[in-house]
Structures are given as structure tokens and as C-alpha cells.
Nanobody
Framework: QVQLVESGGGLVQAGGSLRLSCPAS????????MGWFRQAPGKEREFVAT???????YYADSVKGRFTISRDNAKNTVYLQMNSLKPEDTAVYSC?????????????????WGQGTQVTVSS
């Protein structure tokens, strides 16, 4: 099992930025793919971004060009830089680890999940 603890959420005005972090502990982090998902109240959890063990990244169309996923293997941490935030970005953001190592957009392909951090964007 990989333990994940997200942080960095908060309240921000539209157009602002936040940087989420998700340090991991457990098995070798560098071999995992990592992902970010989000869930707004009353809505299904949706894919946001993923990064493979190679560093290859893939994004949901809704955040492409605004969000950047990155990883620092030395710190066992994955990040989500969120720029040009919109009210519709308001959600609980969760990070997830995929032992397979390849990028994935489906929740079922991830093995371990963090508890989530709240991001609220005001208009």
C-alpha cells in the first residue's frame, strides 16, 4: 500500500492559482504513475491529470493549458499546479497512485488514494 496525503487546497478567487502537493510513502514511488481526480458536490469524481513513471503527462480537456502535473521522485511527491482557476474547478481534489506505471484516466486503474483536499474558487 502507498500512503498519500494531499495538501495545498484552499479558497482562491477566479483567475488565481494554487499548488497542490501529495507526498507518498510506501513502495518505490518512481515506478508509479500518479493521477489527480476531483469531485464536486453532487457530481461524479472526474479525471484531472496523470503522469507516468517516464514523466509523460496527460490532461483532461477541461484543465489543459491551465493545470500542470509534475513529480519529484527524490521527495516522493506529486504536484498539481493550478493556474487561471475558474469557479467550476471547485471540488475536492484527490491524488492517486497506479502501480502499473502507465498513465490512466479511469479511477479503477489506480491502486491507492489520498484523503482529498478542498479547492474553492470564488467568482
Amino acid at each position: 500500500q502507498v500512503q498519500l496525503v494531499e495538501s495545498g487546497g484552499g479558497l482562491v478567487q477566479a483567475g488565481g492559482s494554487l499548488r497542490l502537493s501529495c507526498p507518498a510513502s510506501g513502495r518505490t514511488f518512481s515506478n508509479y504513475a500518479m493521477g489527480w481526480f476531483r469531485q464536486a458536490p453532487g457530481k461524479e469524481r472526474e479525471f484531472v491529470a496523470t503522469i507516468a513513471w517516464t514523466g509523460y503527462t496527460y490532461y483532461a480537456d477541461s484543465v489543459k493549458g491551465r493545470f500542470t502535473i509534475s513529480r519529484d521522485n527524490a521527495k516522493n511527491t506529486v504536484y498539481l499546479q493550478m493556474n487561471s482557476l475558474k469557479p467550476e474547478d471547485t471540488a475536492v481534489y484527490s491524488c492517486a497512485a497506479r502501480l502499473d506505471g502507465a498513465v490512466a484516466t479511469l479511477q479503477k486503474h489506480y491502486d491507492d488514494w489520498g484523503q482529498g483536499t478542498q479547492v474553492t474558487v470564488s467568482s
